[in-house]
């Protein structure tokens, strides 16, 4: 006689209805952090979009860039339309809307989702550029927010492309998975990508869910990272100053600071 459908996901999944993974070890952790520690940059830091969820802290280092690619569209643009109010192109994607959330007659819409292959419904990073009417050796900026699926866009991209975002703005989620060694090899190989031609230079915790407290390290689920290409930052130090003064809180939930595990200590 069979087993009962509850039993049965009991001894796939154990008692606790989980799936045990090996734990990361936490210098592997810290390693990938210190890395990460933000920089000062010779450009003051500005926010582009509203004083909430949906605005976001960049260098104010935007002459030159010709356009931004920023895939995921919500209900808000107005991160959008203050890059377009400055004269740079916005090229946007997203398959599960109709259109964005407010027109521009800089604002550039494509019906796909972003993926590693391109087809029906997805495209690559490449080729989404490649298709756009910019300048083959323009200086660009991406601003990236979808839900998790960061990791496999960037990690797609080629490195050709990645020198040319002069700014990269993404939200990184599930980072409280970083204990999870599967995942945290996927999330550090991405972003080792990035460093690579990029430096962090501001890190905003999303406050919509707790952080994540073990082993005297403090973990927002969710958060935003700002990088900048490493040639437009002479003689870099790190950033003391956290949160910014232009950091704002995404949701009304409990506030709290980026963690000092996540910056460097003067």
């Excluded at 083959?136 to 839900?147: K, N, R, T, V």
């Excluded at 993404?170 to 599967?182: M, Y």
């Excluded at 939930?253 to 595990?261: N, S, V």
């Amino acid at each position: 006689m069979a087993k009962p459908l509850k039993s049965a996901i009991i001894d796939l999944l154990g008692p606790w209805g989980v799936f045990p993974t090996d734990a990361t070890d936490k210098r592997r952790i810290l390693a990938l952090m210190e890395k990460l520690y933000p920089l000062d940059t010779a450009a003051p830091l500005l926010r582009l979009g509203p004083a909430g969820d949906g605005g976001y802290l960049l260098p104010d280092d935007l002459d030159g860039i010709e356009a931004c690619f920023s895939p995921g569209v919500g209900l808000i643009s107005g991160f959008e339309k203050d890059c377009a109010d400055r004269g740079l192109d916005v090229y946007m994607a997203d398959a599960s809307v109709q259109h964005p959330g407010a027109l521009h007659e800089r604002f550039h819409f494509t019906r796909k989702y972003l993926g590693v292959t391109s087809n029906d419904h997805f495209m690559t990073l490449d080729d989404w550029v490649a298709g756009a009417v910019v300048r083959a050796d323009s200086d660009l900026m991406l601003q990236i927010d979808i839900e998790g699926f960061e990791y496999e866009v960037l990690l797609g991209a080629s490195d050709r492309l990645m020198r040319r975002f002069r700014i990269i703005v993404a939200e990184f989620h599930l980072l409280d998975q970083f204990w999870n060694e599967a995942f945290f090899g996927l999330a550090a190989r991405a972003f080792e990508k990035i460093l690579q031609t990029h430096a962090c230079v501001h890190i905003h915790p999303n406050n919509s869910s707790p952080l994540l407290k073990k082993a005297g390290l403090a973990i927002p689920p969710l958060a935003e990272f700002t990088f900048l290409r490493r040639d437009r930052m002479p003689a870099p130090r790190y950033a003391q100053q956290f949160p910014h003064p232009l950091d704002a809180d995404n949701t009304d939930r409990p506030h709290f600071a980026l963690p000092q595990c996540w910056w460097a200590k003067s």
